[in-house]
């Protein structure tokens, strides 16, 4: 069997994971293969090692088992056909029943083909077939303005947002508002200080348990301009409500100025206030309660203690219980506290049940200091998506929970002294301003986010190849040099000649066309640091063979006399160079084109 090579927009591993299918097929359609069995696990993708070859599939493996048969025996029937392909040079069994294939140029230079033609689509995917995904993301506390504590899970749910609509999903950028715990009573009352402070009084040191950053000072002569001196001697309860709503107010809008400076725009800030205002509280425990997921119970004692060690600070109270324990958690969760006020866990139960009528998919990025909450909301979750509008029993919506780890601030190795604006942290202000926004976005995804990372000012500024930021917007800005000069030696880019290409371009091509793979699989890990590493590694690829070049003329991208190769070379530079941008894109970051 023989078939001609034609040039489409499938990828190139989209390409050969057809052959394998109709490859099994035809081998059902023959009797060789039983029919029926599930392919859904069959994979085509690059070996782990290149030395085995292009392209390895795991069919023979996955099938011989429900299929009664052999895997070597299999892989020899599959084999047989695939080697038959025009475009498969060799195709070989290795090990237990392993396929591996190699592959003719011409299917990879016109997989570089199609990244011209799809240029800055290149990589876009259907794989999310528009379902949407709510992305829930930094939710700072009303309080302050950002600080670096909350930049790395404000850059991985943005990257992901970014991600996962590349792959083909609809997606939310949700922004949780806690405005309606004790925190914000704090603000108030660190406002109403800093209030009388306007009014000409000598507050002296900020007493403990207020918030002592100056960022209040603006809002507070504000209030003092506006209310005088109404309120200085007022009972709280008089002024309470409004320094909350006029604090927490000028705080969203301190926080959405610092989310500017790393490039991020939320679609929907939701207020828990307004949750609670609004009943929704209540219509979640009542949804539970007619469905048995909520009881009037007895709080179990904090496990592992006497009740010596327990003393008076804790007493049998019955309270509202969320049946947890049916769905993987530890205990059943109370939903409202002793005095009738909501549980956080309760507000944040009913907060997901409302955004759970809107989206496919949710996913929360949260800081691992609420790793132990982890377990309850997607137990609430669960509970709540079990059923449809009819009461009908269904799959529960799909929900995840990425943490993300702190970062140490670091100066050439020593850690970073806390902001005087701030009064107890670095703000994120400050350190885009800096270092500049694209740096910052960067290096936050050059670790998984559940790993601890350190960010040294002096290292994400470095201009040398163990700085990861520069190391990959050198490789975009090398490229985009060359393409200058050559456009004043009056030599263009073309893909006329791409049969001169050797084999460190052909490389070089291999590594580049595994980008549509790496977006699908790093969206559906809710991943976004596997771009960040990709892209380190095609940086790292094509320094490499740039190098090539200070040695042997011949193997530069402008090779003196020789316009058609230069053109070849030139072109697969600027397909690299497009992939690049292509995936900075995604993390936010510019790909500059001059350092």
Same mark, same amino acid.
């Given at each position: 069997?023989?078939?001609?090579?034609?040039?489409? %927009?499938?990828?190139?591993?989209?390409?050969?994971?057809?052959?394998?299918?109709?490859?099994?097929?035809?081998?059902?359609?023959?009797?060789?293969?039983?029919?029926?069995?599930?392919? #859904?696990?069959?994979?085509?993708?690059?070996?782990?090692?290149? %030395?085995?070859?292009?392209?390895?599939?795991?069919?023979?493996?996955?099938?011989?088992?429900?299929?009664?048969?052999?895997?070597?025996?299999?892989?020899?029937?599959?084999?047989?056909?695939?080697?038959?392909?025009?475009?498969?040079?060799?195709?070989?069994?290795?090990?237990?029943?392993?396929?591996?294939?190699?592959?003719?140029?011409?299917?990879?230079?016109?997989?570089?083909?199609?990244?011209?033609?799809?240029?800055?689509?290149?990589?876009?995917?259907?794989?999310?077939?528009?379902?949407?995904?709510?992305?829930?993301?930094?939710?700072?506390?009303?309080?302050?303005?950002?600080?670096?504590?909350?930049?790395?899970?404000?850059?991985?749910?943005?990257?992901?947002?970014?991600?996962?609509?590349?792959?083909?999903?609809?997606?939310?950028?949700?922004?949780?508002?806690?405005?309606?715990?004790?925190?914000?009573?704090?603000?108030?009352?660190?406002?109403?200080?800093?209030?009388?402070?306007?009014?000409?009084?000598?507050?002296?040191?900020?007493?403990?348990?207020?918030?002592?950053?100056?960022?209040?000072?603006?809002?507070?002569?504000?209030?003092?301009?506006?209310?005088?001196?109404?309120?200085?001697?007022?009972?709280?309860?008089?002024?309470?409500?409004?320094?909350?709503?006029?604090?927490?107010?000028?705080?969203?809008?301190?926080?959405?100025?610092?989310?500017?400076?790393?490039?991020?725009?939320?679609?929907?800030?939701?207020?828990?206030?307004?949750?609670?205002?609004?009943?929704?509280?209540?219509?979640?425990?009542?949804?539970?309660?007619?469905?048995?997921?909520?009881?009037?119970?007895?709080?179990?004692?904090?496990?592992?203690?006497?009740?010596?060690?327990?003393?008076?600070?804790?007493?049998?109270?019955?309270?509202?219980?969320?049946?947890?324990?049916?769905?993987?958690?530890?205990?059943?969760?109370?939903?409202?506290?002793?005095?009738?006020?909501?549980?956080?866990?309760? #507000?944040?139960?009913?907060?997901?049940?409302?955004?759970?009528?809107?989206?496919?998919?949710?996913?929360?990025?949260?800081?691992?200091?609420?790793?132990?909450?982890?377990?309850?909301?997607?137990?609430?979750?669960?509970?709540?998506?079990?059923?449809?509008?009819?009461?009908?029993?269904?799959?529960?919506?799909?929900?995840?929970?990425?943490?993300?780890?702190?970062?140490?601030?670091?100066?050439?190795?020593?850690?970073?002294?806390?902001?005087?604006?701030?009064?107890?942290?670095?703000?994120?202000?400050?350190?885009?301003?800096?270092?500049?926004?694209?740096?910052?976005?960067?290096?936050?995804?050059?670790?998984?986010?559940?790993?601890?990372?350190?960010?040294?000012?002096?290292?994400?500024?470095?201009? %040398?190849?163990?700085?990861?930021?520069?190391?990959?917007?050198?490789?975009?800005?090398?490229?985009?040099?060359?393409?200058?000069?050559?456009?004043?030696?009056?030599?263009?880019?073309?893909?006329?000649?791409?049969?001169?290409?050797?084999?460190?371009?052909?490389?070089?091509?291999?590594?580049?066309?595994?980008?549509?793979?790496?977006?699908?699989?790093? #969206?559906?890990?809710?991943?976004?640091?596997?771009?960040?590493?990709?892209?380190?590694?095609?940086?790292?690829?094509?320094?490499?063979?740039?190098?090539?070049?200070?040695?042997?003329?011949?193997?530069?991208?402008?090779?003196?006399?020789?316009?058609?190769?230069?053109?070849?070379?030139?072109?697969?530079?600027?397909?690299?160079?497009?992939?690049?941008?292509?995936?900075?894109?995604?993390?936010?970051?510019?790909?500059?084109?001059?350092?």
């Amino acid at each position: 069997m023989t078939e001609t090579f034609e040039f489409h %927009s499938p990828t190139i591993h989209a390409v050969f994971a057809v052959k394998v299918d109709k490859v099994l097929s035809a081998l059902e359609a023959e009797g060789a293969l039983p029919a029926g069995i599930s392919r #859904a696990n069959v994979t085509v993708e690059p070996p782990r090692d290149p %030395s085995h070859g292009d392209l390895s599939t795991n069919a023979a493996m996955v099938l011989a088992k429900p299929a009664g048969m052999n895997p070597r025996a299999l892989a020899e029937k599959i084999v047989e056909k695939l080697a038959a392909n025009i475009l498969v040079t060799s195709a070989e069994i290795a090990g237990p029943g392993f396929i591996n294939l190699r592959i003719e140029k011409l299917a990879w230079f016109a997989e570089l083909r199609l990244m011209a033609m799809l240029d800055a689509d290149y990589g876009k995917s259907g794989m999310g077939a528009g379902k949407t995904v709510n992305v829930e993301y930094v939710s700072a506390n009303p309080t302050g303005p950002m600080h670096m504590g909350h930049c790395r899970g404000a850059v991985v749910g943005d990257a992901l947002a970014s991600l996962l609509e590349f792959a083909g999903h609809k997606v939310i950028r949700e922004y949780y508002v806690n405005d309606a715990g004790g925190q914000v009573d704090v603000l108030a009352r660190s406002a109403h200080l800093r209030y009388r402070e306007a009014l000409g009084e000598q507050i002296g040191e900020i007493p403990e348990g207020l918030y002592p950053g100056d960022y209040l000072i603006p809002v507070a002569k504000s209030l003092a301009d506006e209310f005088g001196d109404k309120f200085v001697a007022a009972p709280e309860s008089e002024w309470l409500a409004l320094f909350k709503a006029r604090a927490s107010a000028a705080m969203m809008e301190l926080i959405r100025s610092d989310l500017a400076l790393l490039g991020i725009k939320h679609d929907i800030f939701s207020s828990e206030a307004e949750l609670q205002a609004a009943g929704k509280p209540e219509e979640a425990e009542k949804w539970l309660r007619e469905h048995d997921l909520v009881y009037d119970g007895v709080l179990e004692a904090p496990k592992g203690k006497t009740p010596e060690e327990l003393g008076s600070d804790w007493e049998p109270v019955e309270l509202p219980l969320f049946r947890s324990t049916r769905f993987g958690d530890d205990q059943d969760r109370p939903i409202k506290k002793s005095d009738g006020s909501w549980t956080y866990f309760g #507000a944040d139960l009913a907060y997901h049940f409302q955004k759970a009528q809107n989206a496919d998919a949710l996913v929360d990025i949260w800081g691992a200091d609420h790793a132990g909450t982890v377990k309850r909301i997607k137990a609430a979750v669960a509970a709540l998506t079990s059923t449809d509008g009819t009461g009908a029993a269904r799959e529960p919506i799909p929900f995840e929970v990425k943490l993300v780890q702190m970062v140490q601030l670091l100066r050439g190795g020593e850690p970073v002294k806390m902001s005087k604006r701030s009064g107890t942290f670095v703000t994120l202000a400050d350190v885009v301003r800096e270092v500049g926004k694209d740096v910052v976005r960067f290096t936050m995804l050059t670790r998984k986010p559940e790993a601890q990372m350190d960010f040294d000012f002096a290292k994400v500024v470095e201009a %040398s190849k163990d700085n990861p930021v520069f190391y990959v917007q050198y490789a975009n800005a090398r490229i985009h040099s060359s393409l200058r000069k050559a456009a004043a030696e009056g030599i263009v880019p073309s893909d006329a000649h791409l049969d001169l290409l050797g084999t460190e371009e052909l490389d070089l091509i291999k590594l580049a066309a595994q980008f549509p793979r790496l977006i699908e699989a790093a #969206a559906a890990a809710r991943e976004p640091h596997r771009v960040a590493f990709f892209l380190g590694d095609l940086a790292a690829a094509f320094h490499a063979y740039w190098n090539l070049g200070n040695d042997r003329p011949d193997m530069r991208l402008i090779v003196v006399n020789d316009v058609n190769l230069s053109s070849a070379r030139l072109y697969l530079a600027a397909r690299i160079g497009q992939l690049l941008k292509n995936g900075l894109a995604l993390l936010g970051v510019e790909a500059v084109e001059e350092m």
